[in-house]
């Protein structure tokens, strides 16, 4: 996936619309409260979202983990 123009709330609002997943549904995969999820993709906090989380994420949706991680090293 081409991530240059995305922040990473976008990407994960995008992989988890693509993955057909609610907010709630990611929330409960992830181990997260659904508010987290919100403020992630509104780009809130997302500098202290653990290594996990990414890691959660890309599994519940497909993505590969690199698709986060080299958004983060481009930050």
Do not use: Y
Not at 17 to 25: D, E, G, P, V
């Amino acid at each position: 996936m081409d991530t240059k123009n995305l922040t990473l709330g976008e990407l994960i609002m995008t992989v988890r619309r693509r993955a057909k997943l609610t907010q709630t549904k990611l929330a409960q995969q992830v181990g997260v409260h659904i508010s987290t999820i919100s403020r992630w993709e509104r780009n809130v906090a997302t500098e202290e979202m653990p290594l996990k989380c990414f890691v959660k994420i890309a599994k519940a949706t497909n993505t590969p983990v690199s698709d986060f991680l080299s958004l983060q090293e481009g930050s």
